[in-house]
Structures are given as structure tokens and as C-alpha cells.
């Protein structure tokens, strides 16, 4: 999950603010920062809408682009 810890950092959010904003524990989003965890696909959406991203950014760092 690249694009998870770009993003928050690029905001300069810590992970206790957004653990607590998405309502899971700051180890959890560490965990799916460093890729020790994946997170559920509802969870993806609320990541994805809490940061006004593509779940594909998330994942990979990059937006997803047509061939």
C-alpha cells in the first residue's frame, strides 16, 4: 500500500489521527502502510473516500490511467 503512507505523509497526518478518523487502531494502519496486512474492500472505499483518492492510488502510488 505505497500510496497509503504517500498520501497521509503528503498531508502531514500521523497515523494516530487517521486510525482514529477511520476507526481502527494505529497499529492496523501501520500494518497496511508497511504491507504486514491487507485491508478489506470496505475498508479500501472509506481509505479512498477519506483521502479523496483511487483505491488503485492506495495501493499502488499511482492513478490509474486508460490504454
Known sequence: MIGL???RKQRNLNQLK???DLN???EALSYYENGKREPS???LVRMSQ???V???YLITG???HKR
Open 5 to 7: 503512507k504517500n498520501i
Open 18 to 20: 487517521v486510525a482514529m
Open 24 to 26: 481502527i487502531s494505529r
Open 41 to 43: 474492500l470496505a475498508l
Open 50 to 52: 477519506y483521502f479523496n
Open 54 to 56: 483511487s483505491i488503485n
Open 62 to 64: 499511482e492513478e490509474f
